[in-house]
């Protein structure tokens, strides 16, 4: 069965994003049901997928990754209002037999994303 996961790799540092803090939701319609709250772990990943088997349905997702605070709990000077905060990604599943994995590679001034594998 289908799973979704997600790494964050921190470029301004080279290294992964450990202890960032993830909010994960279905949206439908004009709506967002909350699904789950993560904490990525020393290499920057989740313990476990994000969703799997049947929790893992097709529609469209978001995941919020709170990236300002993981960067000032580095140290880093940050403007106020910080440039990058919350990075949101929205994504479609279209197939839920599929592994998405949504990586986020993010700096405090920028993010890029891909469908990994």
Request: net charge negative; hydrophobic share 45%.
């Amino acid at each position: 069965m289908g799973k979704l996961t997600t790494h964050v790799l921190d470029t301004a540092h080279g290294r992964p994003g450990a202890g960032i803090a993830i909010r994960l939701y279905r949206c439908a319609g004009d709506g967002r049901q909350l699904l789950g709250t993560f904490v990525t772990n020393a290499d920057g990943r989740c313990d476990a997928p994000l969703l799997a088997d049947a929790a893992l349905c097709v529609g469209t997702h978001e995941l919020e990754f709170a990236v300002g605070d993981y960067f000032a709990g580095l140290g880093v000077a940050l403007a106020e209002p910080r440039f990058l905060d919350v990075v949101c990604l929205r994504f479609g599943i279209a197939d839920a037999a599929a592994h998405y994995h949504v990586p986020l590679l993010v700096s405090p001034f920028s993010y890029s994303t891909y469908r990994g594998s």
